[in-house]
């Protein structure tokens, strides 16, 4: 009967995993920021090789956090691919972060409402290094999970 217990649990993780995930994954493509970058960089015939690079990326990480997989490199191979990982992570969440505000026009919203007249990317610009400096700030004092 304990192991029935386990399994239904087990069960009930994995679906609730796949609905978020799968949520998540629409969220993603359905801002745009897939197909936006591969416009801007001239490379829209390759948006299928994106969006699995994605979901493949996805679901490595995801193995990697779970089960704590270490990487058995040493210590300057880890921390250069923590940061060329890092910064790449970064540049995916901006990006989608400034893509799920366009796609919600709340840059417009926003600068009608402070009657902002210009300089909308410096507010912008100050908003990403913020981040950038707050995630130096939280790396720099081994904030993060080991």
Excluded at 52 to 72: H, M, R, V, Y
Aim: charged share 10%; with cysteine.
């Amino acid at each position: 009967m304990m192991i029935l217990k386990y399994i239904v649990l087990a069960l009930t993780s994995i679906g609730g995993g796949a609905v978020i995930s799968g949520a998540v994954f629409a969220l993603i493509s359905s801002t745009g920021v897939v197909t936006r970058m591969a416009d801007k960089t001239k490379t829209a015939k390759h948006v299928r090789i994106y969006e699995t690079a994605i979901i493949l990326g996805g679901i490595w990480w995801n193995l990697f956090w779970i089960f704590s997989i270490d990487i058995p490199f040493g210590a300057n191979f880890s921390q250069g691919f923590q940061a060329i990982m890092g910064l790449a992570q970064g540049v995916f969440v901006g990006c989608l972060a400034v893509s799920l505000a366009e796609a919600l026009n709340g840059t417009a919203i926003f600068s009608r409402r402070v009657k902002l007249k210009m300089g909308l990317s410096f507010v912008v610009l100050s908003i990403a290094l913020g981040k950038v400096v707050a995630a130096l700030i939280q790396f720099g004092n081994n904030w993060v999970k080991k």
